[in-house]
């Protein structure tokens, strides 16, 4: 796999962060950004994340990307968004209010639909 020279950077700021204490949420959240920042393809994140990752670290990063949507549909409810991050937040809004709900990242309502599946 062939690296952009902005994932090379983010990688060496991560190194650089964690050497410095800086907490891993803060750092995953950095090189996510940056990783998108210079990705060439969205394809390539999905099957790194559904093929080369463990299957239950596979569940902890999914219940965090719920948190992450739960956050941004909060955003919509509060005002805190423009047209850059218009689609994500107003997304996250619709699927908060359809399915996923507004409470913890692995709470009791999303269990039972999940079970009925």
Partial sequence: ????????????????????GLNYGTLAAQVLSDYA????????????????THRYLQGVIFKEFV??????????????????NEFAVKTSKVLCDSYLGYEGAYDNALYDKIKKL
Avoid: L
């Fill in 67 to 84: 948190a992450v949507i739960r956050a941004w549909a909060k955003c919509y409810d509060s005002g805190k968004y423009d047209p850059r």
């Fill in 37 to 52: 920042n210079g990705k060439t393809e969205t394809k390539e994140f999905a099957e790194e994340i559904t093929s080369a």
């Fill in 1 to 20: 796999m062939k690296y952009s020279e902005n994932q090379i950077k983010a990688f060496e700021r991560y190194t650089h962060n964690s050497e410095r």
